[in-house]
């Protein structure tokens, strides 16, 4: 069964803070990094789209800092907060703000893991209480996987619903996400997108590229085992051999 992912957002208006923490975060293999965000405003709008579990939390913000955002919240809708700064002095009123952690910048591997143990700690407390204190009938149980991520578009976070997605194509450490008549920048890896992605949706058909299975509206078989795939809106896609088996189980062909 798989384990719950730990959804995580980020958000501190310096770049390489973020990416700092991502770094640190790729040790730990039970966290999603749903979104980034640059200021808090951002973030209010994040939190409400995409619901994380984990908010990484600079202080100092231009227009609002971190204690503001937090106070103009409800506390029933707060994620788990860890605050991330370069100022050691604010310690006291960040617990006071029922932080689960404090990590000082740079980041120190070392320190960051013993914040994501306590993370842990209470991420699965929660967890129990949750399923202890359920009485009625079970609800279904939550997707494990991502329903929507945010990506950055200029100056501003667009939150995309995963079922909008039709194709992704992986360029390096990005991938490029084509929704419709639009197509995102993504900073992540095609193999880690597709680790939080539904993979009865999503299906590899290339070493650089996914589709939403829902969008195949043909297959036609090539020479020497390759095949294209034709989406609804006509866009092409090559369907290597290697991943040919995958896709005619996933398809249904016989």
């Known amino acids: 069964m798989n384990r719950p992912l730990i959804r995580t957002l980020l958000v501190d208006d310096e770049m390489l803070a973020r990416l700092a ?28 789209a995409l619901e994380p579990d984990l908010l990484f939390l600079d202080i100092r913000m231009p227009g609002m800092d971190g204690f503001k955002l937090l106070h103009g919240m409800k506390r029933g809708n707060l994620p788990m907060v860890v605050f991330a700064t ?15 952690d404090y990590v000082l910048k740079p980041i120190d591997q070392e320190r960051f893991d013993q914040a994501m143990a306590r993370v842990r700690r209470h991420w699965h407390g929660l967890q129990v209480t ?72 999503f299906l590899r058909i290339h070493r650089g590229i996914a589709v939403n299975v829902e969008r195949i509206r043909e ?16 866009t092409r896609l090559s369907l290597s051999r290697r991943f040919r088996a995958q896709a005619r189980r996933a398809l249904g062909m016989a």
Not at 87 to 98: I, K
Not at 143 to 150: F, N
Not at 219 to 229: D, K, N, R, T, Y
């Open 130 to 201: 949750s399923a202890v204190s359920s009485t009625t009938a079970p609800a279904p149980a939550a997707s494990p996987y991502l329903q929507r991520l945010s990506v950055q578009q200029g100056e501003h976070i667009r939150v995309v619903a995963a079922n909008d997605i039709d194709w992704i194509r992986a360029d390096g450490n990005y991938v490029h996400i084509h929704a419709g008549t639009a197509t995102y920048l993504h900073r992540e890896s095609l193999r880690h997108l597709l680790g939080v992605l539904d993979p009865g949706r």
């Open 21 to 48: 923490i991502r770094q640190a975060l790729a040790a730990h293999d039970d966290v999603a990094i749903v979104g980034e965000c640059a200021n808090a405003g951002e973030a209010r709008q994040a939190i409400e």
């Open 86 to 100: 370069a100022y050691g002095q604010h310690a006291l009123r960040a617990f006071d703000a029922n932080a689960i």
């Open 219 to 234: 297959v036609h078989p090539l020479f020497q085992g390759s095949a294209e795939v034709v989406l609804q809106d006509g």
